[in-house]
């Protein structure tokens, strides 16, 4: 069987590997699908060569069935749909006994800091798994983590019905970001330079604005009567895009920094003074995240058939990147079963 690993700077490689049965506690998940996404790009630029042990199986964006059970699991069965919430934490760092276990200090996100889900068997620990309904289709289930996402941003903002919400950059996670945001009640703006993005986010019924085209507060201003915004979502990870957001939201709105920023920004803390502007961090999801995406996702609320715009083989992957580099997708799925074996 072949896996797909990053190797060092934009080298993917199918590198042979011999599943072994399931440990206790754990259980083996023959993958199905596996989305990629922005943080799978950070890898294969090398931006996370610092945290990531080469070769690395990398891909946490998942969804398969239950191939194997390891002794001591009893809540799984051999055939049970499931999609991985990777995150497993220490449980006795100071974030973990202040509950906030999904932020760990010690963190082993799985895909990153140990083998993710590009492989064609799994084992992963029992405590992961998430259940899928059967009626959810497996491709569109390999959505429910970056749903999670979007889903835990939305929360963390208290985002509530009536609420006019600006998501600034209208990739994957800023459309799904404006699906979540809407499926809950809110008005939905997207700032979003890209034609193209533009245009399938508009076929989606959001409103968007081009930031190249034309003085964005002013746009903002106009769709809420001249208040701003009660939420902002960068999603963007566009330094101009941080420095200009506070300038969009209200008197006493919440900036939610959802983008990967791998420098410091700058960023108008004067604005922040004078409207008592609340910044929040979102990072990753919590259980209720995957079981909201989940529900979502198989109610149709998510615009999955609109997000899924290619599905590769494994031996794909580097050309997804390629794909998704230059706008021309919005999420690409990776076919695992498809070339994994020779």
């Keep these: 069987m072949l896996a797909a690993t990053y190797a060092g700077h934009q080298t993917i490689q199918l590198t042979p590997v011999t599943p072994e049965p399931p440990t206790t506690g754990q259980v083996q998940v023959r993958v199905a699908y596996v989305g990629l996404c922005g943080t799978d790009l950070h890898i294969f630029h090398g931006n996370m060569d610092g945290r990531v042990e080469r070769p690395l199986i990398f891909g946490h964006e998942m969804s398969g069935t239950i191939e194997a059970v390891g002794a001591g699991v ?195 803390l004067q604005r922040v003074f004078w409207r008592e502007l609340s910044i929040l961090g979102a990072r990753v999801y919590e259980r209720t995240d995957f079981d909201e995406a989940v529900r979502l996702l198989a109610s149709g609320e998510i615009p999955v058939d609109a997000m899924i715009t290619d599905v590769v083989p494994l031996d794909g992957v580097a050309d997804a990147f390629a794909e998704l580099e230059a706008g021309r997708a919005m999420k690409v799925l990776v076919n695992v079963q498809s070339g994994a074996a020779r």
Excluded: Y
Aim: with cysteine; glycine share 12%; hydrophobic share 50%.
């Design 74 to 268: 009893d809540d799984w069965a051999v055939g049970d749909h499931v999609t991985v919430m990777p995150l497993a934490w220490d449980g006795t760092c100071p974030a973990c006994r202040a509950g906030h276990t999904h932020i760990c200090q010690h963190l082993d996100f799985i895909g990153i800091d140990s083998p993710g889900a590009l492989q064609p068997l799994w084992n992963v620990p029992a405590t992961t798994l998430v259940r899928l309904p059967e009626t959810l289709a497996l491709d569109h289930a390999a959505l429910v983590e970056p749903v999670a996402v979007a889903v835990h941003d939305v929360r963390r903002a208290g985002v509530s019905r009536g609420d006019r919400a600006v998501v600034i950059g209208g990739g994957p996670i800023g459309v799904l970001i404006a699906s979540v945001a809407r499926a809950t009640g809110a008005d939905v703006l997207v700032i979003e330079p890209d034609a193209g993005r533009r245009g399938r986010i508009e076929a989606l019924g959001f409103a968007t604005t081009d930031p190249i085209a034309g003085d964005q507060v002013a746009v903002v201003e106009a769709w809420t009567g001249g208040a701003g915004a009660d939420v902002v979502f960068e999603v963007s990870g566009a330094a101009a895009a941080v420095l200009g957001a506070t300038s969009l939201a209200k008197v006493r709105g919440t900036l939610v920094v959802v983008a990967i920023h791998p420098t410091p920004r700058e960023i108008d």
